[in-house]
Nanobody, 124 residues
Framework: HVQLVESGGDSVQAGGSLRLSCAATGNAYNCMAWFRQVPGKEREGIAAIYTGAESTYYSENVEGRFTISQDDAKNTVYLQMRYLEPEDTATYYC????????????????????WGQGTQVTVS
């Protein structure tokens, strides 16, 4: 079992930056991802990292603005977000998968085994 705790959500102005953190207890996973969701819409995969090889994946909406990284010693994955836009406003969730990140299907929520509680990001 893996427990995930996100932090770092805040309200910022457009063009600003935030760094989200996801601390994991337990290490029974190989792939960690960030998703986001706004009310009435499906959960959107935005970034993932294969923790063994540090391979990373991004959605088109965030590539070039967001960076996913990991600190193995702290069992923590970060999402550095830059040039934030109002469209980035959402609740952000981290999730982990026991399997390996799939280059084709990493953004599919049903692949993931454990989820955090979410952290709110508001961009105005």
């Amino acid at each position: 079992h893996v427990q995930l705790v996100e932090s770092g959500g805040d309200s910022v102005q457009a063009g600003g930056s935030l760094r989200l953190s996801c601390a994991a207890t337990g290490n029974a996973y190989n792939c960690m991802a960030w998703f986001r969701q706004v009310p009435g819409k499906e959960r959107e995969g935005i970034a993932a990292i294969y923790t063994g090889a540090e391979s990373t994946y991004y959605s088109e909406n965030v590539e070039g603005r967001f960076t996913i990284s990991q600190d193995d010693a702290k069992n923590t994955v970060y999402l550095q977000m830059r040039y934030l836009e109002p469209e980035d406003t959402a609740t952000y969730y981290c999730a982990v998968e026991r399997g390996y990140c799939s280059g084709l299907y990493w953004a599919v929520p049903s692949r993931y085994d454990w989820w955090g509680q979410g952290t709110q990001v508001t961009v105005s």
